[in-house]
């Protein structure tokens, strides 16, 4: 069934996406990425992935979805998809539930820390030590991460948020909040990214994540970059098929499409301004930049080292909770819209039917954490098993089959209508695109996935 929910305003309908696009992709894998792989060098070749492939699938997806003008396989269904196509949209939706089962969980540990930076509880002791070493927020992240119970309870709290949200409805609830939660985000980072940029090693930590470093530049440097692309973008998931259904006739997807991607872009770049000066300030550079210890043991030593501990400590983890929420909403939404078009019940009902089960799989990613209990699938916690095949396997997977779609096999000139609205604008880059829908992106996802396996 076609849809007639519409996001209210462009500002919105931006917002939206640029805050489901904007999560924990940027704030802790990408400054561990660059780090990793030869600082400006990486960044060259993935802001050269952003824009040459991210933008083109990212039309792709917003193509189908404003067409077919409903849930992830609606769409296709109502493009008339002759083939299985619509399994495609079948795999999105799938592949975005299991991220989700995680991504709640990860939102439930920011969301700990958000409050045990109000509390204080984070630096209790911390100041009687002659230096607040890393060791010490170790030992204070087994507590908060580690232990059995809070980080359940939070991930139970954010599950609740998405539904309060996401069970008043795509202007009301998703809309809504993004106008909110989207500006706060930016002023908080440029706040932190002030203070980070005025401290004493600020250029030598510019240096640290600018200097371009081609000698650690390798193949797997640009699957790497590809990866992360698609990753921050929220591409292959249904995500932007979902919210494209929702766009007005007169949205000029292109634009779009790269306004949101430069958006990310730029947190992604912000995150860095701010990482990198607060960590060769303090010297703590030799320290893993990567993932959960950056966030919750690197940055609470720099924070602890600053004057106004708690006040950076706060926005920082309140940043890292708004990007979080606003992307576990978009997730969640592919599954409510699918259940609510696909089994024609109200959005209430769809929102439950979703959100209910979360807290029994998220409860497993969450204890699969705890290795004593041993929940592991082929060696590898459930957690960790559910993140490397949705997004190492599935994400690319939809991202190829929804480019060979578009590319190929949609109904004749699909693309062209999408891009002009209907014949009323211009198609600028719209042959660029189509070929790089055609050849281009298909041939790297195909990279990407056959070298999962290698
Ligand atoms: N794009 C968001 C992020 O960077 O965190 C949300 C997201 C998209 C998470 C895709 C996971 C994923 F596989």
């Known amino acids: ?32 990425e660059t780090q990793a792989n030869g600082g400006a060098a990486f960044l060259i070749i993935y802001i050269a992935c952003v824009f040459l492939l991210g933008v083109p699938v990212m039309v792709a997806e917003f193509a189908i979805g404003r067409s077919g003008r409903s849930d992830a396989v609606g769409s296709f269904i109502n493009l008339g998809a002759s083939r299985p196509w619509w399994a495609v949209g079948g795999v999105a939706i799938l592949a975005s539930y299991m991220i989700l089962c995680f991504y709640m969980v990860v939102a439930g540990w920011t969301l700990e820390y958000l409050i045990a930076s109000v509390s204080g509880f984070l630096y209790d002791g911390a100041g009687a030590m ?47 909040m993004s106008n909110i939660m989207m500006p706060l985000l930016f002023v908080i980072l440029l706040v932190l990214c002030g203070v980070s940029l005025t401290l004493p090693g600020a250029s030598e930590g510019l240096e640290f994540f600018l200097r371009p470093d081609f000698s650690r530049v390798t193949a797997s440097t640009f699957l790497n970059a590809l990866g992360q692309a698609f990753f921050s973008l929220s591409l292959g998931m249904g995500i932007l098929i979902t919210y494209a259904s929702y766009f007005p006739r007169t949205t000029h997807l292109t634009r779009t499409a790269v306004t949101v991607s430069m958006l990310d872009l730029l947190v992604a770049l912000l995150m860095g301004f701010i990482i990198f000066p607060a960590v060769t300030t303090f010297s703590l550079e030799g320290e893993s930049l990567s993932g959960s210890t950056l966030v919750f043991v690197t940055l609470p030593e720099v924070f602890a080292r600053m004057p106004a501990t708690q006040v950076w400590s706060v926005m920082f983890f309140l940043l890292l909770f708004v990007a979080a929420l606003t992307s576990t909403i978009s997730i969640a939404e592919v599954s409510v819209a699918f259940v609510a078009d696909r089994m024609d019940v109200p959005r209430r009902v769809s929102t439950i039917v979703v959100l209910l089960p979360l807290f029994g799989f998220s409860t497993v990613c969450a204890l699969s954490q705890l290795p004593s209990l041993g929940l592991t699938i082929g060696g590898a916690t459930v957690f960790d098993f559910l993140d490397d095949v949705a997004t190492n396997m599935l994400l690319p997977l939809v991202a190829m089959f929804t480019c060979l779609y578009v590319g190929w096999f949609a109904p004749p000139g699909l693309l062209r209508r999408e891009v002009t609205n209907r014949g009323s604008a211009r198609a600028r880059a719209h042959g660029l695109i189509l070929f790089i829908l055609r050849y ?8 990407i996935l056959v070298s999962r396996f290698l």
Do not use: C
């Open 130 to 176: 002659a230096h607040t070493d890393s060791a010490f927020f170790a030992g204070k992240m087994s507590t908060l991460i580690g232990s059995r119970y809070y980080p359940l309870i939070a991930t139970y709290v954010v599950i609740l948020i998405n539904a309060a949200v996401l069970i008043v409805g795509v202007q009301k609830g998703i809309e809504r």
């Open 1 to 32: 069934m076609a849809k007639t929910t519409q996001f209210a305003s462009k500002i919105g309908l931006i917002a939206a996406t640029v805050g489901s696009a904007v999560g924990l992709g940027n704030v802790w894998r990408f400054p561990a």
């Open 440 to 447: 281009v992106a298909p041939l790297l996802t195909g990279i």
